[in-house]
C-alpha cells in the first residue's frame, strides 16, 4: 500500500518548487501539471514502489528551479535523490550536449530512473501532440520525436506497458 501522506507531502513539495512555472503550450499551463502527469502515467502502468513515484513527482525539481539533489536527499532520503539525479541534466553544458549525454546515459541508469525517463519522454510526446509550443515547427517537433525515440530505446525493459505507449506514438508520427 503506497504512503498516500508522504506522496502528497512529495506532491505539495514540488509544487512549491514549480509555482512560478508554466509550460511551453500557448495556454502557458501551470509547471506542476506535468510531474503530476509523468506520476500518472506510472501509477496507470502498475508502478507502486514509493521512490519511483516520488522521483517523478520532483524529476524537474533540480534541473529548472533552485532544489539541490542534496535538499532532496535531507527532506526525502538517498533513494529518492538518486532517481532524481538520475534524471537530472548538467545544466552548465550547451543544450546538444545534454540532449546527446540523454542518449548515452539511458541504458546505464536504474530500473527506477528508467521508468521516471520513460514517462516523462511519453507526457511530453503527448503534449507535443496537444499543441505545439509557441514558435514550434512541424519540423521541430518531429526532430524533438526522432530524439526521445533514442532515449526511450535505451530504456527498454523497464515498463513494458509505457514503451507499447511509446512505440504506438512513434509509429504514428515517425512511421517507426
Ligand atoms: P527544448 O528542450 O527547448 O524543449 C523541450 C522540453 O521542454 C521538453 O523536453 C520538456 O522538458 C519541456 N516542455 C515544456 N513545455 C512543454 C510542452 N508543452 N510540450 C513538450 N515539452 C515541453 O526543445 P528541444 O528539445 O527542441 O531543444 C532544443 C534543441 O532544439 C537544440 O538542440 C536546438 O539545436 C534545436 N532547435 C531546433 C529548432 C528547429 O526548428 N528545428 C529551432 C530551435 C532549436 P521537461 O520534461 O524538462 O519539462
Ligand atoms: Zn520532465
Same mark, same amino acid.
Given at each position: 500500500m503506497v504512503n498516500l501522506d508522504l506522496l502528497l507531502q512529495t506532491a505539495e513539495y514540488a509544487a512549491k518548487k514549480h509555482r512560478d512555472q508554466r509550460r511551453k503550450d500557448p495556454e502557458q499551463t501551470p509547471y506542476i501539471n506535468h510531474p503530476l502527469g509523468v506520476t500518472r502515467l506510472l501509477t496507470s502502468a502498475g508502478i507502486t514502489h514509493l521512490p519511483t513515484l516520488q522521483a517523478a513527482l520532483l524529476h524537474d525539481t533540480v534541473e529548472d528551479t533552485d532544489t539541490t539533489v542534496s535538499e532532496v536527499c535531507t527532506v526525502f532520503g538517498l533513494e529518492v535523490a538518486t532517481i532524481v539525479k538520475e534524471c !537530472? $541534466? $548538467? !545544466? !552548465?553544458?550547451?543544450k546538444a550536449e545534454r540532449k546527446r549525454r540523454q542518449i548515452l546515459a539511458a541504458p546505464t541508469v536504474s530500473l527506477e530512473a528508467k521508468r521516471v525517463k520513460l514517462a516523462d519522454k511519453l507526457y511530453n510526446l503527448r503534449d507535443l501532440l496537444r499543441t505545439l509550443p509557441l514558435g514550434w515547427t512541424d519540423e521541430r517537433k518531429l526532430e524533438y520525436f526522432a530524439w526521445a525515440k533514442k532515449v526511450t530505446d535505451g530504456c527498454q525493459g523497464a515498463c513494458p506497458p509505457l514503451e507499447d505507449q511509446l512505440k504506438q506514438l512513434y509509429q504514428e508520427v515517425l512511421g517507426v
Amino acid at each position: 500500500m503506497v504512503n498516500l501522506d508522504l506522496l502528497l507531502q512529495t506532491a505539495e513539495y514540488a509544487a512549491k518548487k514549480h509555482r512560478d512555472q508554466r509550460r511551453k503550450d500557448p495556454e502557458q499551463t501551470p509547471y506542476i501539471n506535468h510531474p503530476l502527469g509523468v506520476t500518472r502515467l506510472l501509477t496507470s502502468a502498475g508502478i507502486t514502489h514509493l521512490p519511483t513515484l516520488q522521483a517523478a513527482l520532483l524529476h524537474d525539481t533540480v534541473e529548472d528551479t533552485d532544489t539541490t539533489v542534496s535538499e532532496v536527499c535531507t527532506v526525502f532520503g538517498l533513494e529518492v535523490a538518486t532517481i532524481v539525479k538520475e534524471c !537530472t $541534466d $548538467d !545544466t !552548465t553544458l550547451p543544450k546538444a550536449e545534454r540532449k546527446r549525454r540523454q542518449i548515452l546515459a539511458a541504458p546505464t541508469v536504474s530500473l527506477e530512473a528508467k521508468r521516471v525517463k520513460l514517462a516523462d519522454k511519453l507526457y511530453n510526446l503527448r503534449d507535443l501532440l496537444r499543441t505545439l509550443p509557441l514558435g514550434w515547427t512541424d519540423e521541430r517537433k518531429l526532430e524533438y520525436f526522432a530524439w526521445a525515440k533514442k532515449v526511450t530505446d535505451g530504456c527498454q525493459g523497464a515498463c513494458p506497458p509505457l514503451e507499447d505507449q511509446l512505440k504506438q506514438l512513434y509509429q504514428e508520427v515517425l512511421g517507426v
